[in-house]
């Protein structure tokens, strides 16, 4: 599996150019395009065997800091509204305003927190396995 599933989302969409329909056609843009975290690591390679794509909406409180963690798989969200900052345990920081996409580091400790007003809402898309994990949390 060496394309990513993004990645085939991403080059069926542009080699349409717009999606035609009864109300006339789609604007196509593309967020992210690249085989690297946002931390500028080089993405791993997928597993082989079956792919299982998951999709959450995660809406974090203003204020609030999230668990430690990390993601086993490969992840990438859009932050709809809000703000969000994102810190490695090596100290690398990324600030996310709405609008912004992020590809998001893989198997590496990390943490999000709001500091904002206002919920921060991200759509995240997960590329896994059936039965592994997307997130591990530490203890």
């Given at each position: 599996?060496?394309?990513t599933?993004?990645?085939?989302?991403?080059?069926?969409?542009?080699?349409?150019?717009?999606?035609?329909?009864?109300?006339?056609?789609?604007?196509?843009?593309?967020?992210?395009?690249?085989?690297?975290?946002?931390?500028?690591?080089?993405?791993?390679?997928?597993?082989?065997?079956?792919?299982?794509?998951?999709?959450?909406?995660?809406?974090?409180?203003?204020?609030?800091?999230?668990p430690?963690?990390?993601?086993?798989?490969?992840?990438?969200?859009?932050?709809?509204?809000?703000?969000?900052?994102?810190?490695?345990?090596?100290?690398?920081t990324?600030?996310?305003?709405?609008?912004?996409?992020?590809?998001?580091?893989?198997?590496?400790?990390?943490?999000?927190?709001?500091?904002?007003?206002e919920?921060?809402?991200i759509?995240?898309?997960?590329?896994?396995?059936?039965?592994?994990?997307?997130?591990?949390?530490?203890?």
């Amino acid at each position: 599996m060496k394309k990513t599933v993004l990645g085939i989302i991403v080059a069926l969409l542009l080699s349409c150019n717009v999606w035609a329909g009864n109300s006339g056609s789609a604007d196509v843009q593309v967020l992210t395009k690249t085989g690297s975290s946002w931390d500028a690591a080089e993405l791993p390679a997928y597993p082989t065997g079956k792919a299982e794509i998951t999709i959450l909406k995660i809406i974090i409180p203003a204020g609030v800091k999230l668990p430690r963690h990390k993601h086993p798989v490969i992840n990438a969200g859009v932050l709809l509204r809000g703000a969000l900052t994102v810190v490695t345990d090596q100290g690398k920081t990324l600030y996310l305003k709405a609008g912004d996409s992020i590809v998001e580091v893989v198997d590496r400790w990390h943490s999000g927190i709001n500091e904002g007003n206002e919920p921060a809402e991200i759509i995240v898309f997960y590329a896994g396995t059936p039965g592994s994990p997307i997130t591990v949390k530490d203890e």
